[in-house]
C-alpha cells in the first residue's frame, strides 16, 4: 500500500513537504477481514484545520473496491466508503469507527458516479442538508445568505434552502463561480467577494435584512453580513476556511451586534446527525434525480496528486467538490 504521512506541521498553505509518500507491506487476511483498493479520494478543508498528530496517516475518507474479503458483509467487487485515510489499499475488518462512522458499502445509487459518495450524496450533502434544515430553518420567503457558496457544502446549502422557497445570495471568489450559482443553480444572487464590495451589494440584494447566514468561512466576508442580519437572525457556523491558515488570528463575529440584534449562532459538526446518515442521503439522491439539485465535481487524476488537490481546494481552484480519482 501507498500511504501519506502527515510528517511536517502545516504552516499557513500545506506544502509537498509537510507529507511523506512511505509504502507499507500489508500482511495476509485474518477471518471479518477485507482488502480494499482506492478508486476516488476526498481531499477536504477539515483536514487543514485538524489534521491527526504529525507522524500520523492523513485522514480522510475514500470509495474503495473489495479486491479480497474474507468477511461476508464485504464482498469482492462491492464498493465501500470508509475513512480509511490517503491510502491506496487498506485491510479492514469493517468495525472500525472513523470520524464519520463505520466503513459501508455504497447503497445502489443508479448511473450516478460512486464518486458522489464524496460529496453531494455524502458527508457535504448532510452537512448542508441537516446544518440547514434543523440548525438554520429556513421558512418560506426569508433571505439566506451562504457563504462558501460555490464549494461541496455551500453550493448543496443555497438549493436547499431554494427548495424552501428563500431568496438565496451566494457569496464566493471568482465571476465564473458566481454566474454558474445563479445561472446553473438558480441562486437569486451572487456575490464575487474578491472584486465586488460584499457590504454595498448585499444592502441592494437583501434590503429586508438577511434572516439566516450559513457561514463556510468566517473572518471578514462574515463580519459583513452581520452587519445585515435582521433581529433574531440565525447563522449557522460551518466553517472557517478563510481562518484555517491563520490559526492565531482571532477574528470572530462582532459581539455588539450579534447582542443588539439578538443572534443565535449554531456551531456543529455534523457527524451529530451519524445516525440519521441514511436519510440525508435518501433525499440528496431523491433530489438529485428530479433535477432540484445539481452538483459539480472538480476531479484531479492520479493518487499521486493527492497534495495538489488538496492545495488547489484550499486556495479555491474547485467548483463543488474536489476529489482525488486513482
Ligand atoms: P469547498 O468545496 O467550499 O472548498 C473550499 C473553498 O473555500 C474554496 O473553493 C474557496 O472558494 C473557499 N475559500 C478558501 N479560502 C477562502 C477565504 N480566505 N475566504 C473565503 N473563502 C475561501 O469546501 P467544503 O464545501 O468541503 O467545506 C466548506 C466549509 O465547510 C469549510 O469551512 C469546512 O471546514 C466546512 N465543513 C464543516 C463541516 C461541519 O461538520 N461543520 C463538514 C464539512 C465541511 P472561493 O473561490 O469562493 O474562495
Redesign the pocket.
Known amino acids: 500500500a501507498k500511504v501519506y504521512k502527515y510528517v511536517k506541521e502545516f504552516e499557513g498553505t500545506p506544502k509537498k513537504s509537510d507529507f511523506k509518500v512511505i509504502e507499507e507491506e500489508l500482511p495476509e487476511l485474518k477471518n471479518g477481514e477485507f482488502l480494499a483498493e482506492a478508486t476516488y479520494l476526498s481531499v ?3 483536514m487543514r ?1 485538524h489534521p491527526d498528530a504529525v507522524g500520523e496517516t492523513m485522514v480522510g475518507t475514500q470509495v474503495a473496491k473489495v479486491i479480497k474479503s474474507k468477511n461476508p458483509k464485504f464482498p469482492v467487487g462491492k464498493l465501500v466508503v470508509g475513512g480509511f485515510g490517503w491510502r491506496s489499499h487498506t485491510i479492514s475488518n469493517g468495525d472500525e469507527e472513523a470520524f464519520l462512522g463505520k466503513p459501508y458499502v455504497l447503497p445502489d445509487i443508479g448511473d450516478l458516479s460512486p464518486s458522489l459518495a464524496l460529496g453531494v450524496l455524502g ?2 450533502g448532510n ?1 448542508a442538508y441537516f ?1 440547514l434544515l434543523e440548525l438554520g430553518k429556513p421558512k418560506s420567503g426569508e433571505t439566506v445568505v451562504v ?8 453550493s448543496i446549502a443555497g438549493q436547499i434552502a431554494k427548495i424552501k422557497g428563500c431568496n438565496v445570495i451566494g ?4 465571476d465564473a ?1 458566481a454566474k454558474w450559482l445563479v445561472d446553473e443553480l438558480g441562486f437569486d444572487h451572487s456575490i464575487n ?2 472584486t465586488q464590495n460584499v457590504h454595498e451589494e448585499l444592502s441592494k440584494m437583501a434590503p429586508k435584512g438577511v434572516d439566516c447566514y450559513y457561514d ?2 468566517g ?1 471578514e ?1 462574515s463580519d459583513t453580513v452581520l452587519k445585515h442580519m435582521n433581529v433574531f437572525g440565525r447563522i449557522v457556523a ?5 481562518q ?1 491558515n491563520n490559526i492565531n488570528t482571532i477574528f470572530g463575529y462582532n459581539q455588539t451586534t450579534i447582542v443588539f440584534s439578538q443572534l443565535t449562532i449554531y456551531g ?4 451529530r446527525w451519524l445516525d440519521r446518515w441514511l436519510e440525508g442521503i435518501v433525499q440528496m439522491a431523491e433530489w438529485v434525480k428530479q433535477g432540484k439539485v445539481k452538483y459539480q465535481e472538480t476531479l484531479t487524476d492520479g493518487f499521486d496528486n493527492m497534495v495538489d488537490a488538496f492545495v488547489n ?6 467548483v ?3 476529489v482525488v480519482k486513482v
Open positions: 477536504d478543508p477539515y484545520a458527508m457535504p452537512t446544518g457563504s462558501g457558496a460555490a464549494g461541496a457544502v455551500g457569496i464566493a471568489g471568482s463561480k467577494y474578491k463556510n468561512v473572518g466576508i460551518c466553517g472557517a476556511i478563510s484555517y456543529f459538526v455534523v457527524n481546494m484550499l486556495t479555491g481552484g474547485n463543488g467538490k474536489a
